[in-house]
């Protein structure tokens, strides 16, 4: 098959389309909204490539192929920060960074001292929490990036060949149990705060992590609301991701907001990705919140299916 059309210039698109060409196929890639920016999910991603942590509420299948995310985005031109995560809470909330460590692994407690040692800018303030040494993140945007500078998108045209159908929420109209989950973000600049690796403060209500982008940069994220809608950032938001990083270091309070974006995840009803083959499509959908996770695993197993004709895991006749 050397005739393929990619429907869909975002992360899932991108990398489909990147493997296809690692194994000699220049696929056409189709999206009216051109190269990725604000309009796309992708756009709004932390970048965090944690699957140890994901797996307090994901699938094991979702830690397994995740694991060599990191070195395949390297691979593929994308600046990977290989410095952990950082995972605590506050001392009311001892009983929800407990329950983390029940239901993950890959993990040493920390103490105080140790917190200190690894950033130093929390100090000692917060007397436990969990290193997962061997996670990452990258910058969502500069991964993008490097992916499409090696790919022609049109924003227009008649698809031809084998279409790969990654359109992400916007399938819905062939994908009837695809749902939006909303999230949203924040970037701060806060020179004041020095922080090297993803910190995940721990919280009943409202979890929250920060992602350092480099120069003071900071990107906050939260929430997961059940919904497709794609409206603006709302005050409870803004005002929850702030107060939570003010928890953790009062500097933040003098931050500067740089950005405020919110955008809907697509998802199946088990939170796992898809590949759905009908006649001459193949629909690839579903990240969640895993789409930098778990689309180098995803973008494989459909060029697997497209070169060789095997059958992918995620293949959706085999889960009803």
């Known amino acids: 098959?050397?005739?393929?059309?990619?429907?869909?210039?975002?992360?899932?698109?991108?990398?489909?389309?990147?493997?296809?060409?690692?194994?000699?196929?220049?696929?056409?890639?189709?999206?009216?909204?051109?190269?990725?920016?604000?309009?796309?999910?992708?756009?709004?991603?932390?970048?965090?490539?944690?699957?140890?942590?994901?797996?307090?509420?994901?699938?094991?299948?979702?830690?397994?192929?995740?694991?060599?995310?990191?070195?395949?985005?390297?691979?593929?031109?994308?600046?990977?920060?290989h410095r952990g995560t950082l995972v605590l809470a506050m001392s009311r909330d001892r009983a929800e960074l407990d329950r983390f460590a029940r239901m993950t692994d890959a993990h040493r407690t920390v103490s105080a001292d140790d917190i200190a040692a690894l950033e130093p800018e929390l100090g000692t303030r917060i007397s436990r929490g969990l290193f997962y040494e061997t996670e990452g993140h990258l910058n969502p945007r500069q991964a993008l990036a490097a992916l499409r500078d090696g790919l022609h998108i049109e924003t227009q045209g008649q698809p031809s060949g084998l279409i790969v159908d990654a359109r992400g929420l916007s399938a819905r109209d062939a994908l009837p149990d695809l749902r939006g989950v909303r999230g949203e973000m924040m970037v701060i600049r806060c020179p004041e705060v020095q922080l090297t690796r993803t910190i995940r403060l721990l919280h009943p209500r409202i979890p929250l992590y920060i992602v350092p982008r480099g120069d003071g940069i900071y990107m906050l994220g939260a929430t997961m609301l059940e919904t497709g809608a794609k409206s603006r950032v709302t005050a409870r938001a803004a005002v929850e991701l702030l107060s939570a990083a003010y928890a953790l270091h009062s500097a933040f309070a003098e931050a500067e907001i740089l950005e405020l974006g919110a955008d809907a995840r697509p998802a199946f009803p088990d939170n796992l990705p898809r590949l759905r083959r009908r006649g001459n499509t193949l629909y690839a959908n579903g990240l969640y919140r895993h789409g930098y996770l778990l689309a180098p695993a995803v973008a494989r197993m459909a060029a697997d299916h497209i070169t060789l004709g095997t059958r992918p895991e995620f293949m959706d006749e085999d889960h009803p």
């Open 1 to 81: 098959m050397s005739d393929v059309t990619i429907l869909g210039a975002g992360v899932l698109g991108l990398a489909i389309a990147t493997e296809l060409r690692d194994r000699g196929i220049t696929p056409r890639i189709i999206d009216p909204n051109g190269a990725p920016g604000p309009h796309g999910c992708s756009w709004w991603a932390g970048g965090m490539l944690a699957p140890h942590c994901e797996s307090e509420s994901a699938e094991p299948a979702v830690v397994r192929l995740g694991a060599d995310a990191a070195e395949w985005w390297q691979a593929h031109g994308a600046q990977v920060t």
